[in-house]
């Protein structure tokens, strides 16, 4: 299961990673805020699939859409540090998401982005959740050391 995500502003897309790992196989979903201020949940996707706007108002699958959890996250970001710390769009979505994935079992999580998106630091409180690595178009960064 790969959450991947709808691209928003200066995002990079993550569609042509996740098409190729669907057609290895995997089942891809997309994140959907139920409601201002919760963790996201993540809904199974299909290519024509309806969509519809969610409580951010991002296009994401209908309720009737299966709910699934994922072992691997694409998480979207505008700016990134090699501590693995993201910046997003705001809202705490994916720091509230991440804590309870990681809460209930494994899942590692990927942020996507451009390499000129990389800062010295990024700003974190104790809330803030990191990536286990960073995918960008100069290659594979690895944060996570546990593994």
Do not use: C, N
């Not at 309806?50 to 699934?68: C, F």
């Not at 690595?133 to 960064?141: D, K, N, P, V």
């Amino acid at each position: 299961m790969v959450a991947g995500y709808h691209a928003l502003g200066s995002e990079l897309s993550p569609w042509p990673v996740l098409r190729r790992l669907q057609a290895a196989g995997a089942r891809i979903a997309l994140p959907v805020a139920p409601e201002p201020h919760a963790a996201l949940v993540f809904r199974a996707f299909a290519p024509g699939q309806a969509m519809a706007p969610d409580a951010a108002g991002v296009p994401s699958p209908a309720e009737d859409a299966e709910r699934l959890i994922p072992d691997l996250v694409i998480a979207p970001l505008i700016a990134f540090d090699r501590q693995g710390f993201r910046l997003g769009q705001g809202g705490g979505y994916y720091d509230r998401t991440l804590q309870a994935l990681r809460a209930a079992g494994h899942v590692f999580v990927v942020g996507l982005a451009y390499s000129g998106q990389e800062v010295d630091r990024i700003p974190r409180d104790a809330h803030d959740q990191p990536l286990d690595a960073i995918l960008t178009e100069t290659g594979y960064h690895p944060v996570r050391k546990d593994d």
